[in-house]
């Protein structure tokens, strides 16, 4: 299809406008952990992040490090690997994390109960203790995918009171959802770092 500049410019003009922020605000670093089960798509996130090719992603064995600019910020994302083995050692990488980003596979009903005693365990770490979460409803391209708000309730995320947290439907492999988790773990790491 014919893209018309018409069409173009009021993208140019926010791309302009978030590049013009980016230059009047020095650089802060931001610590993003990314965790969640095997195969959730917690890589592929990291690589559409970071604007890489996700044709070829195989599972993460310990863990994988990018560095995002992201609305004046550097988002140093930590990617950990989610086989259960790899999962005790998690609590390593806690240290300063300022948002937590949860990674679930709405596809996979029958890990459903394994993902929230995992995310539950994670809220209790007193070293995440009050860290804003962000939980990604990940792979909402799949028929068989459960919406957000069903995923929400059964994981009980209306009860989290010590922190702020969103559950964003997503899919990884598209992009679709992503940006807008994104804007939203930004908006809050500002207001957790003042």
């Keep these: 299809p014919?893209?018309?500049f018409a069409a173009l410019q009021p993208k140019i003009k926010g791309l302009l406008s978030i590049l013009r922020k980016l230059k009047?605000?020095?650089?802060?670093?931001?610590?993003?952990?990314?965790?969640?089960?095997?195969?959730a798509g917690k890589t592929t996130l990291l690589k559409q992040l970071a604007s890489e090719d996700i044709s070829h992603i195989t599972p993460t064995q310990g863990f994988n490090i990018k560095s995002v600019?992201?609305?004046?910020?550097?988002?140093?994302v930590w990617d950990i690997g989610g086989q259960r083995r790899i999962r005790p050692y998690w609590r390593n990488y806690f240290e300063n994390t300022d948002i937590l980003i949860y990674v679930i596979d709405s596809a996979d009903r029958k890990r459903?109960?394994?993902?929230?005693?995992?995310?539950?365990?994670?809220l209790d770490e007193?070293?995440?203790?009050?860290?804003?979460?962000?939980?990604?409803?990940?792979?909402q391209d799949l028929l068989?995918?459960?919406?957000?708000?069903?995923?929400?309730?059964?994981?009980?995320?209306?009860?989290?009171?010590?922190?702020?947290w969103q559950i964003q439907s997503c899919s990884a492999l598209s992009g679709e959802g992503v940006q807008d988790g994104m804007n939203w773990a930004c908006k809050n790491v500002n207001a957790k770092k003042k």
């Design 2 to 4: 014919l893209v018309t």
């Design 24 to 39: 009047s605000t020095p650089e802060q670093e931001v610590r993003l952990l990314l965790l969640g089960l095997d195969n």
């Design 69 to 76: 600019q992201s609305q004046g910020f550097k988002l140093n």
């Design 112 to 122: 459903f109960e394994e993902t929230g005693q995992e995310l539950a365990e994670l």
């Design 126 to 139: 007193e070293k995440l203790s009050g860290v804003p979460v962000l939980i990604f409803a990940n792979k």
């Design 144 to 164: 068989t995918a459960a919406p957000a708000s069903e995923i929400a309730e059964g994981l009980n995320l209306h009860t989290i009171r010590d922190r702020v």
